[in-house]
C-alpha cells in the first residue's frame, strides 16, 4: 500500500492559509507550518511583522521527525498518541499538533505571548485545517505526472549531476 | 509517495540511503552537498553523534529545476545504520518514493550487507510495502578497499534474484555517487508515470 498523499490547490489552499493567517493574528505567534507527516511544506504563512523564517524545509523534516519519535514514544507507553508538542526556550517556542492522520500543525511563536493562547487558537485552527486536509487526500496514482514530465525531469537529471 | 504542492507548483520526492553502519550513506550525500551548487540545494542536516555516527538521519533537499512548470525536488535521506538504532530508520521509511542501498565492499561486511536488506524489508512491510514495489537501487560502495567483496557476492547476498541494478561506488572520492541518485530518481519518476 502506497500512503496516500495530499494535493492541496485551489480553494482548499486558499482557505488553508486564511485558517493560517487567522491564527497568527489572533495568537500573535510568529510563522505557522502546515505540513505532511512526511516532512513536506503544504501552505505556510509568517506574521507581517516577523522577519525572514529559517529554512522551512529543514524545520518541516525536523518536525515531522521530531513527530514520528514522539508517536512511537507513545505506543511504546500504550498510548494511542500523545497529541501535541510543545517546546519552549528562553525567546522562542513551538507548538506541534496533528491535523488528522496525514498532517501536522506548527506555530513558533515568541515566548512573550501566552502558551494557553498558542494552543487555543492552534487547536481550533487543527479542526479548521482537518477538513480541509481530508478532503485534499489524492490518490497517487492520480496526481497527473507524465511522460512528458518525467522525461524533462531526467534531462535535467543529467544536467545537474554531469560528472 | 511523492507530494504535490499545486500552490507552490512544487512536487517533491523522498529517497532513502539505507545500508548497514559505516557502508557510506552520509558520505554519499556529502559528495552530493559539495558538489551541487548552492541555488540547486538547501541546508544539509545531520543528527548524528559526536562522532559522526547518524542517530537518527541526515537530510539533504536537491532542487532539480522546473519540468512543465512545476519545480521538482528531491529530498534525499540517510538512515542509522547501526542494528540498534531501528526503531528510527523505522521512520524514516514513512511515505518513501525510492531507496539506494548502500552496501559495504569490505570483506568483513558480508553479514552485516546481508541483514540489512531483510531489515529493510521487513520495515517496509510495517507500512505494507514490498520491495519489489519500490523504485530500489543497489550500490556497492568502498570498492578501493583492499581485498574488497567481489561484485557478484554481495549481489548475491542482497538480491539473490539479480532483480536491481548495482553500481560500484567510492562515495569518499565521488565515484559512482551520481550514477547512483540518477539511476533512483529515474526509476522513481517512471513509477509516477507507471502509476498514472
Do not use: C
Not at chain 2, 548502500?102 to 550487507?113: F, K
Amino acid at each position: 500500500m502506497v500512503e496516500p498523499a495530499i494535493a492541496l490547490f485551489g480553494a482548499a489552499y486558499e482557505k488553508s492559509v486564511t485558517v493560517l493567517d487567522d491564527l497568527l493574528r489572533e495568537s500573535g505567534a510568529r510563522y505557522a507550518l502546515l505540513l505532511d507527516r512526511k516532512g513536506f511544506v503544504l501552505a505556510h504563512k509568517e506574521a507581517l511583522w516577523a522577519p525572514r523564517p529559517p529554512s522551512l524545509d529543514s524545520l518541516a523534516t525536523l518536525v515531522a521527525g521530531n513527530a514520528a519519535a514522539t508517536q512511537a514514544l507513545a505506543k511504546m507507553l500504550g498510548e494511542p498518541r500523545f497529541n501535541e508538542l510543545l517546546h519552549q526556550g528562553t525567546t522562542h517556542g513551538m507548538y506541534a499538533e496533528e491535523v488528522g492522520e496525514l498532517a501536522l500543525l506548527v506555530v513558533i511563536f515568541d515566548t512573550s505571548v501566552p502558551v494557553g493562547r498558542i494552543k487555543l487558537y492552534g487547536k481550533r485552527a487543527v479542526s479548521a485545517l482537518e477538513t480541509l486536509t481530508k478532503d485534499a487526500v489524492v490518490n497517487p496514482a492520480k496526481m497527473g505526472i507524465d511522460t512528458e514530465y518525467r522525461d524533462g525531469a531526467s534531462a535535467l537529471l543529467d544536467e545537474l549531476f554531469r560528472n | 509517495m511523492s507530494t504535490i504542492n499545486f500552490a507552490a507548483r512544487e512536487i517533491n520526492f523522498k529517497i532513502v540511503y539505507y545500508g548497514p553502519g559505516m557502508s557510506g550513506k552520509t558520505t554519499n550525500l556529502k559528495w552530493v552537498f559539495q558538489q551541487v551548487p548552492p541555488n540547486r540545494k538547501g541546508e544539509m542536516i545531520s543528527l548524528a553523534t559526536e562522532d559522526e555516527r547518524t542517530l537518527f538521519f541526515d537530510f539533504l533537499p536537491v532542487d532539480l529545476g522546473e519540468v512543465k512548470g512545476f519545480k521538482t525536488r528531491f529530498h534525499l535521506y540517510t538512515v542509522p545504520g547501526q542494528v540498534f538504532y531501528n526503531a528510527s530508520r523505522k521512520l524514516i521509511l514513512r511515505g518513501v518514493d525510492g531507496v539506494v542501498f548502500v552496501a559495504d565492499s569490505a570483506p568483513n561486511r558480508l553479514r552485516a550487507n546481508a541483514e540489512s536488506m531483510r531489515n529493510l524489508r521487513e520495515n517496509l512491510n510495517e507500512y505494507g510495502i514490498k520491495t519489489e514495489e519500490i523504485p530500489l537501487i543497489l550500490q556497492a560502495n568502498k570498492r578501493d578497499v583492499q581485498d574488497a567483496l567481489p561484485m557478484e557476492m554481495i549481489q548475491a547476498v542482497i538480491d539473490p534474484e539479480s532483480r536491481y541494478t548495482i553500481h560500484e561506488a567510492i562515495a569518499t572520492n565521488g565515484t559512482g555517487v551520481f550514477e547512483t541518485l540518477k539511476a533512483v530518481s529515474r526509476s522513481v519518476l517512471s513509477r509516477v508515470v507507471a502509476a498514472g
